[in-house]
């Protein structure tokens, strides 16, 4: 997989990795501070949970990006 290339944006990279069939999710506590909701998001991506992120990270072959 191909995911840095300087003439592209985050959201083209975003693009990118959902394309690829990464899975992709926001912070848990993102939307609550909005005024959006989980159908406000691009198609692909959705809305994590915090315990189940914590767990998933604790696994020594998992590798994650933050913004």
């Known amino acids: 997989m191909h995911f840095v290339q300087a003439d592209r944006s985050p959201g083209d990279l ?3 990795l959902t394309a690829q069939g990464v899975q992709v999710e926001v912070c848990g506590i993102y939307l609550p501070n909005r005024e959006a ?7 692909g991506i959705g809305m994590a949970a915090p315990p189940e992120v914590a767990e998933y990270m604790r696994q020594e072959h998992v590798r994650y990006f933050t913004f």
């Open 14 to 16: 975003l693009n990118n």
């Open 37 to 43: 909701d989980e159908d406000d998001l691009a198609e």
